[in-house]
């Protein structure tokens, strides 16, 4: 019974978010909202303040080197894979398979896992993956959608993203061990108790957003199946490999069980309303969605694996 304060949380909002949408609770406009609210205000903060309060050293470097192999090897696959599904929404495939929704889902089912006090641990397993989204992920698809890459555009939408500067400044704070001596300092307890109030809410918001964004169109489902099999085959056999490669290296079990977890989340939400096609728009869902069970299926066997 030890494991339901872990995982009936989790799935209660997500519930909510379901019931919301059914019944109409919350129309479209004000999920949109209330997502506004999470990734302008409050992620940045929990991401600033992960990310701030983490440890820097050779071991977190490797980490970092390992997910951006892992990212770039995904991305292959995911061209490589492109003939597996047919029609117009073949070319959206590399961007399902590679990536990984971190703040949005990573983060509050971590934090059911294994507390926020650890949550610098997946922050820093998803310092390459974000970096990756602001760059290479964000200019292909745009590549992929428009015929050409517009760097002067990438770097705007880079620069306006709030939750960017969260990373920079955190990893920043981090090296130069500000944070730490802030925490030190007699303005610790304020410092505390802000960033307690900022991230409360974080994780139940997003668990009800995402539950209410949960959908399965049945014209794309083929697709998004096999999409989604396809990245779960990829990320299995790359799973091995960085588990083989870092357990040498890391001893502490809430970096690892960050590393498992991290590894199988989703792919990143913004690949759903990137795109302008709406047949890509509803493919890119559905396979999020789907994707979303292997998530919740590898979050609640690790909670089980904790007793």
């Known amino acids: 019974m030890n494991v339901l304060p872990a995982i009936l949380p ?22 949109n909202s209330v997502k506004k609210i999470i990734t302008d205000i409050f992620l940045p903060f929990v991401l600033f303040n992960a990310l701030s309060t983490a440890t820097y050293n050779s071991t977190t470097l490797l980490i970092v080197l390992a997910i ?25 495939l590399p961007f399902l398979v590679s990536g990984f929704e971190g703040g949005m889902i990573g983060y509050p089912l971590y934090i059911s896992l294994m507390g926020i006090d650890k949550l610098h641990n997946i922050a820093t397993v998803d310092i390459a993956n974000s970096i990756y989204a602001f760059t290479l992920y964000m200019a292909l698809m745009s590549a992929s959608e428009k015929g050409s890459i517009e760097p002067k555009t990438l770097a705007q939408s880079a620069l306006r993203a709030p939750a960017f500067y969260g990373i920079i400044l955190g990893v920043i704070f981090g090296l130069t061990n500000i ?42 489902l083929s697709a998004a199946a096999i999409t989604s099999g396809l990245r779960l085959a990829v990320q299995l056999v790359l799973a091995a490999g960085v588990w083989f490669v870092l357990k040498q290296f890391i001893s502490d079990p809430a970096m690892m ?27 890119a869902s559905t396979t999020t969605s789907l994707y979303m069970v292997v998530s919740i299926t590898v979050f609640t066997i690790l909670a089980f694996m904790k007793l």
Request: some cysteine; proline content about 4%; hydrophobic content about 55%.
């Open 10 to 31: 989790v799935f209660l909002m997500l519930l909510t978010g379901v019931i919301c949408n059914r019944f109409q609770i919350i129309d479209q406009h004000g999920i």
């Open 68 to 92: 951006a192999a892992h990212l770039l090897i995904t991305l292959a696959a995911g061209y490589m894979f492109r003939p597996w599904v047919d029609g117009e929404i073949r070319n959206h």
């Open 179 to 220: 944070t730490h001596l802030l925490v030190l300092s007699p303005l610790g307890g304020l410092y505390s108790s802000i960033i307690n109030m900022l991230s409360s809410p974080v994780s139940a918001l997003i668990l009800m957003t995402v539950g209410y964004n949960l959908q399965f169109n049945r014209k794309v």
């Open 257 to 283: 069980v960050a590393i498992l977890l991290y590894i199988f989340l989703p792919p990143f939400f913004v690949s759903a309303i990137f795109t302008e096609n709406e047949k890509k728009a509803a493919y």
